[in-house]
């Protein structure tokens, strides 16, 4: 006898013999001689249930193996005898279980069967004691190919008691009741709003604490007009039903279910609305699919085989919409039971459980296509894809889309019928999606969709990759591999492992953010390669060059410092003549320590870019032809020094004694200046640059002679992006081309006075108003649009405000102002405190520039340990030395204990005088009519002299600038509620939020009800 009562690993025990009359074996462990016998695969049961074994063909002394080959920690094994098998012997493996709703289908193992046939017993009695199978109705079945064998006729929601037999007048199993279930038919709907009408329901909470329960506590059932009704859902709850929460410390795995009669139908559609929070992957819902005699565990999910949703999680608070696309190849003419089930651990979880309302099961009589296959061939300059599918409906027309991975729009084929298509004149190098529609004549499929990543076209010089993103990740021309270069000085591409240490990264090295590719060379096993595509370098009829920025800096991404070389370090740039197959020293050059190329020293790399010039020619000074791939390896042997390796800026182009210039830096920026610096790669000393504006043709850019390194850029103006290159007048003549061009942006021009900021014009959290700066900002330095729930954190006019966080030493700049010098001025700032101690220091400083590099003084009295919970003022009065452009920053300081300082209303005013901001006065009489089932038109009266409003949808929605106090959104949800959402703006400041609420009317209702709800002041809530 066994049981197996997990559906994790359902075990699988194997019995295997041998005849060992005249040998034994060296091992009990050892059953490599031994014959199988017979495999059983084990259904879950809380019950023992009998197996047994036939025999029949060993006599004499017989060695018998039991082997677990699918182990699991459920299985249970009792009661083992070897017996001889009588004439008629016992039936085992006896199961009954429903399959409509007035049939039951019955099944027998047949191992031990001989050619008896079996004999079932069925009927009703009073109890199961009570009923006799010798005097039952019958039925025999003796050819086992007839199994399962359905009995009908029976009454639905009536109880039968069956029992099977040898059919020779063997003894009968022990009786098993069963009661006829209410079954469904597709298409089916239950919305659970008439609890009478629920007899398919079957609830199965077995001793849990939380359980499913029916009621009106929730519901998502709306009535004509959109309004939500009084009607009823499925719920979790703790309490018998009486609130949807539950227990989050008491674990459950309860059910609800109903009997699905599928029909013949190619697919099916099963949608649910579902609101609930729970935990991750520990509280949650999940609904299966099941065969009518899998057991429903308390202690254990069933097998995600039969699931047919993913873990159903948090829905965020509202009630969403659940699709399950059902394949009709797999469930078409069968009988299934639709399982909803709701588990949770002993832990933590958040309000509320899951609550189910409005199933509905419908077929789909146009369904996808399947097995949905791209295969890409090169077109001679173009890549062609085709498509092939199988199609269920055989509708022979379709509806064939394609775009790259990333893009919005879709490009449409309609009236194709061929399978296999071919899509023509993709480009190389790009992941494609692509997906299909069939049209039937009973309507249209969902589509099916595919990707594909199409081949990598050899490049041409010139080529440049300035890495703007990584070009390891999908979809990717580029190589990389592990391996250590060999003794040889030659390594196998093929003999490469992954992954590689090779990536992207944007950290600054030297000043310079752009993006590149790094590598940390450090420890024993640094050995990793990163390859290009393929170049195509021609006949030889022009000599190329490789050039490539390097450099190296101490480890990590915090900080910006000079390397320490190790000397087992290298780094190599590698030629491959083969096109990638095998690269080797012959072609290469090696950057090392205390070898014979003292040119090419590891130790000289640093945080300043190396430009390396790889004159693309063999030993013997002939052009290197042909299709080539590039490396870049980077090795460390020995656990000593620790640093990150560079590469930018690569190029592939014509040779040239003239270099260009690299490493174009751009610093000291203003609002209309700046400082460019560069490297010379040769000896000149004249260049050339050419700037433009964003979105400018440097072609057609004048060139501008310069004679001195940094180039002093004047003249510019303010808050406009440039972008500058810079070229070499060599001294034979010669013109080099162009550095890689690198662009920057002036600061904003000096703000007029009076000046005052209250925040109010950031509109997400962490942004600056215009032309400001902030040390750490979003870390230490801290912007607002709502008031917070703890620690004062407010705003002391409108809603937006900014903070300093414990631990602080930052600033935030003022926009850049032309003060005069000799004249006085003033400068304020409300600020208050969490009332915790800490906050070491709050003062102002005047600085000539926006970085904490620029501070000139402190200005009025530094503030030490404030500890204040209202709003107090800091005022300085000060006089500039002399004339000049200026910034003012408020600096504060504190150590870890206290939580956050936080900052509003900043002015500055020549003068004495202080300037309070002026309130932005709410919007009134908000109100929402002509609501349709897709748009609703907000109107409101200005509270003030106020020209422009925001508007958004919901307390997350994207804020919309307006010039009218009308707005109609659209593209809404037909009989949904929503609350709209308008505030003032002033110009330096808004005012509160102020909302309304509306439902959309339900589909098909002319003329909707207008609902007006007074406006409301709103905070947004701060989420836990």
Not at 150 to 172: P, R, S
Not at 278 to 301: A, N, P
Not at 876 to 892: K, L, R, W
Request: proline share 4%.
């Amino acid at each position: 006898m066994a049981r197996a009562t997990s559906a994790t690993n359902a075990p699988v025990l194997k019995i295997y013999a041998k005849d060992v009359s005249s040998e034994d074996i060296s091992s009990a462990a050892d059953t490599s001689s031994f014959t199988l016998v017979q495999t059983i695969p084990f259904t879950m049961s809380e019950n023992y249930q009998l197996y047994e074994v036939d025999l029949s063909d060993y006599s004499g002394n017989t060695r018998l193996a039991l082997v677990i080959n699918q182990p699991s920690s459920s299985l249970y094994l009792d009661s083992l005898v070897v017996s001889a098998m009588p004439d008629c012997p016992d039936l085992y493996g006896f199961t009954v279980y429903p399959v409509s709703s007035t049939g039951v289908e019955f099944n027998v193992n047949t191992d031990n069967s001989g050619d008896h046939g079996w004999t079932v017993a069925y009927g009703q009695a009073e109890s199961i004691d009570a009923f006799d199978p010798t005097s039952a109705e019958t039925v025999t079945v003796y050819d086992a190919e007839e199994l399962p064998y359905v009995i009908d006729g029976l009454n639905t929601g009536e109880t039968y008691y069956f029992a099977a037999q040898h059919a020779c007048d063997g003894a009968f199993t022990s009786p098993v009741a069963l009661t006829i279930p209410a079954t469904v038919t597709v298409p089916w709907y239950q919305n659970f709003d008439d609890a009478e009408n629920m007899a398919e329901i079957i609830i199965d909470n077995n001793d849990a604490v939380n359980q499913w329960h029916h009621g009106t506590i929730v519901n998502n059932t709306v009535d004509e007009a959109g309004i939500p009704t009084s009607g009823g859902a499925m719920y979790i709850s703790e309490n018998n039903g009486t609130t949807n929460t539950y227990n989050t410390t008491s674990a459950s795995t309860v059910y609800f279910s109903t009997i699905v009669e599928f029909d013949e139908s190619l697919g099916y559609i099963l949608t649910f609305d579902r609101n609930q929070a729970g935990q991750t992957t520990y509280d949650y819902t999940r609904v299966y699919l099941l065969d009518l005699d899998e057991e429903l565990s308390s202690s254990t999910v069933p097998n995600v085989a039969n699931a047919v949703t993913d873990i159903l999680q948090t829905t965020n608070g509202v009630w969403v919409t659940d699709t399950v696309i059902l394949d009709g190849s797999y469930y078409a003419n069968t009988t299934k039971k639709l399982v909803f089930m709701w588990t949770n651990n002993t832990y933590t979880g958040t309000q509320p459980p899951a609550a189910i309302d409005n199933i509905r099961l419908e077929a789909q009589n146009c369904v996808a296509v399947n097995n949905l296959g791209l295969s890409v061939y090169d077109a001679d300059g173009s890549v062609n894809v085709t498509v092939q599918f199988e199609d269920p409906n055989e509708s022979g027309d379709y509806i064939i889309e394609y775009k790259a991975s990333g893009d919005a729009a879709w490009t449409t084929l309609t009236n194709i019928s061929d399978n296999p298509y071919t899509i023509e004149g993709l480009a190389y190098e790009t992941i494609y999606d692509v997906r299909v529609q069939a049209l039937c004549s009973e309507g249209s499929s969902i589509f099916n969709y595919a990707s594909i990543n199409t081949a990598c076209m050899p490049l041409s010089p010139p080529w440049v990759e300035t890495f703007e993103s990584d070009v390891t990740s999908t979809p990717t021309c580029w190589g990389e591999g592990d391996g250590l270069l060999t003794a040889t000085g030659t390594i196998q591409t093929s003999s490469l492992t992954t992954p590689s240490g090779w990536a992207y990264s944007d950290v600054a090295v030297g000043g310079i953010t752009d993006g590149r590719m790094k590598l940390n060379v450090f420890g024993t096993a640094t050995r990793d390669w990163l390859i290009t595509p393929s170049i195509d370098l021609g006949d030889g009829s022009t000599v190329y060059q490789l050039a490539v920025d390097v450099m190296l800096k101490d480890y990590g991404a915090s900080n910006d410092n000079d390397p320490d070389p190790a000397p087992d370090d290298r780094f190599g740039i590698f030629v491959s003549t083969d096109n990638g197959t095998t690269f080797s020293t012959a072609n290469a050059i090696i950057f090392a320590d205390g070898d014979e190329d003292t040119e090419h020293n590891y130790s000289d790399l640093g945080r300043t870019p190396t430009r390396v010039i790889y004159k693309l020619v063999d030993a013997d000074d002939n052009p290197i032809t042909g299709q080539v791939k590039f490396a870049f390896y980077g090795e460390s042997t020995v656990t000593n020094g620790d640093n990150d390796l560079f590469i930018d800026n690569i190029e592939v182009s014509a040779w040239t004694e003239c270099q260009a210039p690299y490493g174009v830096t751009v610093s000291n920026i203003g609002y209309n200046s700046a400082n460019v610096s560069f490297v010379e790669a040769g000896e000149a000393t004249e260049w050339e640059y050419v700037l433009v504006e964003e979105g400018g043709d440097m072609e057609m850019a004048d060139a501008v002679a310069v004679y001195e390194n940094p180039i002093e850029l004047t003249g510019l103006d303010a808050l406009t992006t440039y972008t500058i290159a810079v070229r070499s007048i060599c001294s034979d003549g010669s013109i080099s081309s162009w550095s890689m061009p690198v662009s920057f942006t002036t600061k904003c021009a000096p703000s007029e006075l009076p000046w005052t900021e209250g925040f109010e014009s950031i509109t997400i959290n962490n942004e600056l108003p215009a032309c400001m700066e902030a040390t750490s900002l979003g870390n230490k330095v801290l912007t607002y649009t709502s008031a917070q729930s703890n620690y004062n954190r407010a705003a002391r006019t409108g809603t937006n405000f900014a903070s300093f966080k414990w631990s602080c030493n930052d600033y935030i700049f003022t926009p850049l102002f032309e003060l005069t010098g000799g004249i006085e001025y003033t400068f304020a700032f409300w600020y208050i405190t969490d009332g915790n101690n800490g906050w070491t220091t709050l003062e102002a400083k005047l600085c000539s520039g926006q970085t904490e590099s620029d501070i000139l003084s402190t200005i009025g009295t530094a503030i030490t340990s404030p500890t204040n919970e209202t709003y107090q003022q800091y005022v300085a009065t000060f006089t500039p030395e002399e004339d000049g452009v200026y910034s003012i920053a408020i600096h504060c300081v504190a150590i870890v204990s206290p939580y956050y300082l936080s900052i509003d209303d900043l002015s500055l005013t020549e003068g004495g005088e202080v300037i309070e901001p002026e309130p932005c006065a709410e919007p009134t009489d908000l109100t929402v009519e002509n609501i349709t089932e897709t748009t609703a038109e907000l109107t409101w009266t200005a509270g003030g002299s106020e020209s422009s409003w925001q508007v958004r949808l919901g307390e997350d929605g994207e804020a919309v600038d307006v010039t009218a106090t009308s707005h109609t959104f659209t593209e809404l949800t037909a009989g949904t509620q929503y609350t709209a959402y308008v505030r003032a703006n002033c110009g330096e400041s808004y005012s509160s939020w102020v909302s309304v609420a509306f439902t959309t009317a339900s589909e098909g209702v002319v003329n909707p009800v207008v609902t007006t709800v007074a406006a409301s002041n709103v905070r947004r809530r701060r989420r836990p």
